[in-house]
């Protein structure tokens, strides 16, 4: 990652990073949802929402795992 994706060496950086991460994560979002033929189902919980993406394929269902993973190690990474 980048200095500048996390804020590094900026004043301020660590709101700026997060973000800036948000936005990532959040497109990352985008692109799973997008993924032709992926399911997608929301269900409000007591505190916010659980997403399912649900893909047609084995391949997707693999894209859709690294995709999620991905998202939940920046989520731990920027200490939430």
Same mark, same amino acid.
């Given at each position: 990652?980048?200095?500048?994706?996390?804020?590094?060496?900026? +004043?301020?950086?660590?709101?700026?990073?997060?973000?800036?991460?948000?936005?990532?994560?959040?497109?990352? +979002?985008?692109?799973? +949802?997008?993924?032709?033929?992926?399911?997608?189902?929301?269900?409000?919980?007591?505190?916010?929402?659980?997403?399912?993406?649900?893909?047609?394929?084995?391949?997707?269902?693999?894209?859709?795992?690294?995709?999620?993973?991905?998202?939940?190690?920046?989520?731990?990474? +920027?200490?939430?």
């Amino acid at each position: 990652m980048c200095d500048h994706m996390m804020g590094g060496g900026m +004043m301020g950086g660590g709101a700026m990073g997060g973000g800036m991460m948000m936005g990532h994560m959040m497109g990352g +979002m985008g692109a799973m +949802m997008n993924a032709p033929g992926t399911k997608v189902d929301v269900k409000k919980t007591d505190k916010g929402v659980t997403i399912t993406l649900t893909a047609p394929d084995a391949a997707g269902a693999a894209r859709l795992q690294k995709m999620a993973e991905a998202m939940r190690l920046m989520h731990e990474a +920027m200490g939430q």
